[in-house]
């Protein structure tokens, strides 16, 4: 328990808007004003990561008051103003009280971490809520559980460390023992998500991350624990960021990206670069960007190129692929497929990345299955399809039902209704499993598609039982 001498803090105030800093955004969009911010920072050599993101917690009033580089950057923007006129505290109000979570983030670098903070849904059943505070738990004892455990100071900011006395404690810094944490916290959450699906933990993985990059400000012991703790960082960032991305909140992921990025680049990292590129290139192909989605397989193949992995080649190459389908470009497209196919027979090498045990001859066949569902060639996506869903590992049931998904999907759109019914009826079954909006959206456009097939053998009951599904708020 804390000393009685301590004063105990008064709660948080409720963030209020800044109005000011939204009326000077204008008819841009977040992302198009954050690229000016971005702009600016070059003209006066200044850098920062500046994203939606940010400009979105700025406007909610999650920002009190930037750190003095975006100060300077904003003052660049709109000169003759002061940081009262955009709205913001003065600086003096801020750091004249007791720090919590949010003046942390007011205060620090330029380069701020992302957060996100969402309660429990109302809506869910208990027992989902249930699962989501057991995955938060879960991936919160992998920090506080380790050999020497997190340092307590180091993630009091984060509201993590459970003493409060912990929050007065010096920073120290960061050793093997939470390298080896944070480490455990990417595997965790990928296999959270291959059984499961991203939907609940999403809203719980973000406390990890937070963790993450608060190794990183307090430094770490010897150089190689701090170039461990970059590449957990940006894995960890790129792992919730594809959490966000199948629960269908591409902006998030996006964010997310751009920071395991940008962190690559800081630690001149070409193996996390290549795992971020790789990602960008598959969120821009859903968002419907297939130039994006093309040009950033492309930069994963040349970040990729010197580190000996011919299956990882082979994946950036259905990326590609992927990037060629959306531009309609079916000879490109079959280029990249021939090419993913010869690299992945070369089979697995040590130099594969850990992140990638993932794709396997069912991952091939589910992507090549997307690549012609693109392209309109219903009758090859399903055989593709129905080959991944066949050689996937019943125990990740996850990708069990994405792929069973595509395939019926394909079927319903190549005017086999009474098929596609039946592998639909097979993804709802592992719907009680699985929490992916994706694959909800999936199976949502098939049923579009099937209603006017109702009478066909087996479709007017699968249509009924999706319609019975909750749907997510």
């Given amino acids: 328990m804390a000393s009685s001498t301590v004063t105990s803090p008064q709660p948080p105030r409720p963030p209020q808007p800044n109005l000011a800093f939204r009326q000077l955004r204008g008819q841009r969009s977040p992302a198009e004003f954050a690229a000016a911010v971005r702009r600016a920072a070059r003209e006066i050599g200044e850098r920062v990561c500046c994203d939606a993101r940010y400009v979105g917690r700025v406007e909610a009033g999650e920002i009190r008051c930037p750190n003095y580089a975006y100060e300077r950057v904003f003052l660049h923007m709109f000169p003759g103003r002061t940081l009262t006129d955009l709205g913001f505290a003065p600086r003096s109000s801020v750091r004249g009280r007791a720090r919590t979570t949010d003046d942390a983030d007011e205060t620090k670098g330029a380069c701020e971490p992302y957060e996100t903070q969402n309660p429990p849904d109302p809506h869910q059943s208990d027992h989902q809520n249930d699962e989501i505070y057991e995955e938060s738990d879960v991936l919160r004892r992998l920090f506080m559980t380790s050999g020497a455990t997190v340092a307590a100071a180091s993630l009091s900011p984060l509201g993590l460390a459970h003493d409060a006395s912990a929050a007065q404690s010096p920073v120290r810094r960061a050793g093997a023992s939470e390298a080896g944490a944070l480490e455990e916290a990417v595997r965790r959450i990928r296999l959270l998500d291959d059984r499961h699906g991203a939907d609940g933990l999403y809203r719980r993985a973000a406390a990890p991350l937070r963790a993450a990059y608060a190794l990183l400000d307090a ?156 392209l309109g060639d219903w009758r090859r996506a399903a055989r593709h399809a129905g080959r991944a869903a066949q050689l996937q590992d019943p125990h990740f049931t996850r990708n069990l039902a994405l792929y069973t998904a595509e395939l019926a999907d394909d079927l319903a759109r190549g005017g086999r209704p009474d098929e596609a019914a039946a592998a639909g009826m097979r993804v709802l079954d592992l719907l009680g499993e699985v929490q992916s909006s994706r694959i909800q959206t999936m199976l949502a456009g098939t049923a579009r598609v099937l209603l006017p097939h109702r009478r066909a053998s087996g479709v007017s009951a699968f249509l009924e039982r999706h319609a019975s599904l909750p749907r997510t708020p």
């Fill in 219 to 374: 430094g770490a012991t010897r150089r190689t624990t701090a170039d461990r703790l970059h590449s957990g960082a940006g894995e960890l960032a790129i792992s919730v960021g594809w959490l966000a991305h199948d629960s269908g909140r591409f902006d998030d992921a996006r964010s997310h990206y751009a920071e395991a990025l940008a962190t690559a680049r800081m630690n001149g990292d070409e193996a996390l670069e290549a795992h971020a590129f790789c990602n960008t290139a598959f969120l821009a192909r859903d968002a419907g960007r297939p130039r994006e989605a093309l040009r950033a397989a492309q930069a994963a193949q040349r970040a990729a190129r010197s580190l000996g992995s011919a299956r990882l080649m082979s994946l950036l190459a259905l990326r590609e692929a992927g990037g060629w389908a959306g531009l309609a470009d079916r000879t490109g497209c079959e280029q990249a497929l021939a090419r993913a196919q010869a690299l992945f027979e070369r089979g697995h090498s040590d130099a594969d990345p850990e992140w990638m045990s993932f794709y396997g001859e069912a991952e091939l066949e589910g992507l090549e299955a997307q690549c012609w569902s693109t």
